[in-house]
């Protein structure tokens, strides 16, 4: 899904010196319901979308995020996450040698994906949760 960003980034981290280089993409969307007292009173959405980027440069790390996903953008990151690691002078962090594995791993299906979800159905399992938590007591 976002190979097309991380691979420019990947590309100008080895031309930096760079000895290993990650990019983590995170798109996420969520969403609230505060339930007090046996009402509704709050709704909420929210969608959360951007990039780490971690390098290992003259043996020190470094990091920088964005919440812009352009390719200009995360290749400022980059900048940021060698001349972060650049600024720690000579380090001696290593990574250990790995063996690549391959894998496949099946997951039981979701009978029901929440984003699938009418409204009346979260604040139905809302209501019941709270109802469950109220009569056992728990606050």
Request: charged letters at 25%.
């Amino acid at each position: 899904m976002f190979e097309d960003l991380a691979a420019p980034v990947l590309r100008r981290a080895g031309e930096l010196g760079v000895k290993f280089a990650e990019v983590r993409f995170e798109d996420t969307t969520r969403e609230l319901i505060t339930y007090v007292n046996g009402r509704v009173a709050a709704l909420g959405a929210q969608r959360v979308r951007g990039a780490g980027i971690r390098v290992l440069y003259n043996g020190n790390f470094g990091f920088a995020s964005t919440a812009n996903l352009t390719r200009e953008s995360l290749l400022q990151a980059l900048e940021e996450a060698v001349s972060l690691a650049r600024a720690l002078g000579s380090g001696s962090k290593t990574l250990a040698e790995l063996q690549l594995k391959e894998g496949r791993y099946a997951l039981p299906p979701v009978k029901k994906h929440p984003a699938s979800a009418e409204l009346e159905e979260k604040l139905d399992l809302v209501k019941r949760a709270y109802a469950v938590a109220r009569s056992a007591c728990v606050s």
